[in-house]
């Protein structure tokens, strides 16, 4: 059993990917050109924003979306440790300071009654992070955002086609913000084939910026005539051509994951011990992982593994216990609900593909473990 298997998704579309490869190949254009400008074009209209940038990662988009928003060295962003390195190394990559706060015990996410407090006069951004495909709670964070003239930039890269309702609307993920920040890793819920990553944004000032910053800086008149100090970060053609097979399947392969998440929760939610994903009213998970908390993880992981059953620990260290970070001063207590989950999460296998007969043997397994330790 694999925890996430990539086989079996490129066995179902291989006569697409392959075919949409080897028009690439022959069109002879592999950085650039219509295949990035058709993929771009299909995710725009799938989140509903105006502008859809690709790039080479979501780290990228993180950094990129904070350079074209103006933040750097003295400016401070609010995020939360709970999440993967990237979205604080983009902020400091920027020269700006990473400012944690704490997470809501329920979904992982950012508390936002806690963002307030940490905001001084440096601060210029806040980055929610939609953890796991939920999104963390945006009404409230924008209205702080709009209190104290904060950017908000979300953190997209495990969420892509995950809603919430906003004002009686339903609004996607990477639409809310003034910017999202997706990634395209190879395990994402749309995944390339290598790296990839993409920034949203309403705004045709901030996207010109981002295109402007993807090519070195360079002027879109005259690209070797550099405006700034930019990087490379361009998505590959053959990439795009793969994603856009993919993206046909988003919705599909979410709502099979919500499947095999509510089997999941069926029959571990009266498991003493554990306890299943908490969805907040008004959201829509698209369960990029599927988590449980247990006092007993350690033990529990160990017992599946002796089983072959595959799990996963998102996030052992909490960014504020990195030793990156030491020159933030922070330490061990600091953010009390992070620090304690992160000794009692485990992700389960989840994935399009993943067959009842795996699942209900991972279930079994489970059972027989709580049954031992009872």
């Known amino acids: 059993m694999e925890f996430f298997d990539l086989k079996k998704q490129y066995q179902n579309l291989k006569s697409g990917i392959d ?169 994402k819920n749309l995944g390339a084939y290598g790296d990839g990553g993409m920034a949203t944004t309403n705004d045709d000032e901030i996207a010109a910026k981002i295109r402007m910053l993807k090519v070195h800086g360079s002027s879109p008149e005259n690209k070797y005539k550099n405006l700034e100090i930019g990087v490379n970060s361009r998505l590959d053609a053959i990439q795009a051509a793969i994603l856009s097979v993919k993206i046909k399947y988003l919705d599909q392969w979410n709502d099979q994951r919500a499947e095999i998440a509510a089997r999941y929760n069926k029959e571990l939610g009266s498991v003493g011990g554990i306890v299943t994903p908490f969805v907040a009213p008004g959201n829509n998970h698209i369960y990029h992982q599927y988590t449980i908390k247990t006092t007993n993880r350690d033990n529990l992981a160990q017992f599946l593994t002796q089983k072959n059953i595959p799990t996963m620990i998102y996030y052992s260290i909490p960014l504020h216990l990195q030793s990156a970070f030491n020159f933030l001063n922070y330490k061990i207590g600091d953010f009390s609900v992070m620090e304690t989950t992160s000794k009692e999460i485990l992700s389960l296998p989840i994935y399009p593909e993943f067959t009842k007969k795996d699942q209900d043997y991972i279930i079994q397994k489970i059972k027989e473990f709580y049954v031992e330790k009872n």
């Open 19 to 187: 075919a949409a490869i080897l028009e690439v190949l022959e069109g002879g254009v592999f950085i650039g050109g219509l295949a990035v400008e058709k993929f771009e074009k299909e995710v725009a209209d799938f989140l509903g924003v105006k502008h859809a940038v690709t790039l080479n990662s979501g780290t990228d988009a993180l950094y990129l979306s904070l350079r074209a928003l103006g933040i750097g060295a003295g400016d401070e962003v609010i995020t939360t440790a709970f999440t993967f390195f990237a979205t604080a190394e983009a902020i400091a990559a920027t020269g700006a300071k990473p400012v944690f706060v704490d997470i809501n015990p329920d979904t992982f996410n950012i508390d936002v009654n806690q963002i307030e407090a940490a905001i001084t006069g440096k601060t210029k951004a806040i980055i929610p992070v939609h953890l796991f495909g939920q999104m963390a709670d945006m009404a409230p964070i924008k209205k702080i955002a709009q209190k104290y003239n904060l950017k908000i930039i979300e953190d997209c890269a495990q969420a892509i086609g995950a809603t919430q309702i906003i004002d009686g609307k339903e609004v996607k993920a990477g639409n809310v913000g003034d910017t999202g920040c997706f990634s395209f890793f190879p395990t």
